[in-house]
């Protein structure tokens, strides 16, 4: 009587395939082809030029983990550091002391500082007043402080204390330099429940019936030391200073989240001491990218949210016209889950980890949005199935709360739909 094995047969001297040693073999094949790429990987960030290219194609494949490898091409692809190595040096240091520069006069300098007026004080109400643009200052900080303390509160990451706080606030008792004054201390937690951010249609600010949402707010840390989120906090509000057109809007907090998490979490000791001032500028040049989609008077404009919508449901029915047909003849419109996948560059819809891994190819695009509708448009098509049999409530919860899907599934799936545009 024959015994058959899934693999393979005992009868005669035909070898019998065990399921562990068909594992093992696998499992090396992998382990060798995964160290192919982190040398392809480290020779591509070693050369003395560095070929964008090749960057860009095997980041979107997703970066290796360890060595820095991540913090530092993202640097690269958000403009940050040049392809020419032997300019980095300079262009760090430039860049680290102008940052330093910005904090102490934008943030830690006092209106009696800064003020050329004598008699200018509190209850100044000329415009002109310093103390005017401090309070006004104050109120955008309320929004920013609220938000920042409930960032990805998956993770303990942002409560804990960063290993190098910033010097010019937290004070070094060593060379004389006073601490001064933490940003959270100029709000306290009841004004921050008063507070409330108006926007025009369905927006960022949407972001209160996220699925994301801490049990509580996190806590400052003792004196002398400083939590991530306070130092995100200090980028933001700088960032909303320097650019007084268009300011904090909620939803920031989400895009500098992932930038700074990753330089922030760098084994080398030399990068990681200047994340904060490398975060600001990597997130600057890509909000340059991307700032039309916080300013609500653009939200109808060629480069705004609206027209990014549009630009999605136009590639959706052209690659699949029953998914555009069946939302259509359910009422649901791409405000209701896309605005907050687009503004947001997808980064409320997965974890962290998947996030890292979907920014490594969405970074790769210097156009900050023709990847991105492809990107979305592969999620709609990878539940097109349950789209196509499930009712309106059903599709809207599934929308905006997105099901658990491999990424490089998606991110496969986009790559085919750009190859195709």
Request: charged share 25%.
């Amino acid at each position: 009587m024959c015994s058959h094995s899934r693999y393979g047969s005992t009868i005669g001297t035909k070898p019998v395939f065990k399921t562990t040693e068909i594992g093992s073999t696998v499992s090396a094949d992998m382990a060798a082809r995964h160290q192919q790429r982190v040398a392809q990987f480290d020779k591509c960030l070693d050369s003395e030029v560095i070929d964008l290219l090749v960057l860009r194609e095997q980041s979107y494949r997703g970066i290796p983990e360890g060595g820095g490898r991540r913090a530092t091409a993202w640097r690269i692809l958000l403009g940050f550091l040049p392809v020419k190595r032997k300019l980095w040096g300079e262009v760090c240091q430039s860049k680290r002391e102008l940052y330093i520069q910005l904090v102490e006069e934008m943030i830690i300098a006092t209106p009696e500082a800064n003020s050329p007026v004598i008699e200018d004080h509190p209850l100044n109400l000329n415009p002109a007043s310093n103390w005017q643009s401090f309070f006004k200052d104050n109120e955008v900080l309320l929004q920013i402080d609220k938000d920042v303390r409930r960032l990805c509160p998956d993770l303990t990451f942002f409560q804990q204390a960063t290993t190098f706080p910033n010097q010019v606030v937290v004070g070094d008792p060593s060379c004389g330099v006073p601490a001064q004054e933490k940003l959270h201390a100029r709000v306290t937690q009841a004004q921050l429940q008063a507070q409330t951010v108006e926007r025009k249609g369905v927006g960022p600010s949407t972001l209160a019936t996220s699925k994301k949402r801490a049990a509580e707010d996190y806590a400052p840390l003792e004196k002398g030391q400083e939590a991530h989120w306070e130092v995100v906090e200090r980028m933001l509000f700088l960032y909303a200073k320097l650019n007084p057109g268009q300011g904090y809007v909620q939803g920031m907090n989400e895009i500098i989240g992932p930038i700074y998490y990753v330089l922030a979490s760098d084994s080398r000791l030399e990068w990681k001491e200047y994340a904060e001032a490398d975060c600001f500028f990597c997130f600057t040049n890509l909000m340059s990218d991307i700032r039309d989609f916080f300013i609500k008077t653009l939200d109808d404009s060629s480069t705004g949210i609206q027209a990014m919508m549009v630009r999605l449901n136009n590639r959706l029915t052209e690659v699949d016209q029953a998914v555009a047909s069946k939302l259509e003849d359910q009422g649901i419109k791409m405000q209701y889950f896309a605005f907050r996948w687009l503004s947001l560059l997808l980064s409320q819809e997965f974890d962290l980890p998947d996030v890292l891994s979907l920014w490594d190819a969405l970074l790769t695009d210097d156009t900050r949005s023709n990847l991105l509708i492809n990107v979305c448009t592969a999620m709609l098509f990878l539940v097109r199935d349950n789209l196509l049999n499930n009712d309106f409530a059903s599709n809207m919860k599934m929308l905006q709360n997105y099901p658990l899907i491999d990424m490089s599934l998606i991110l496969g799936k986009a790559k085919e739909l750009s190859n195709n545009s």
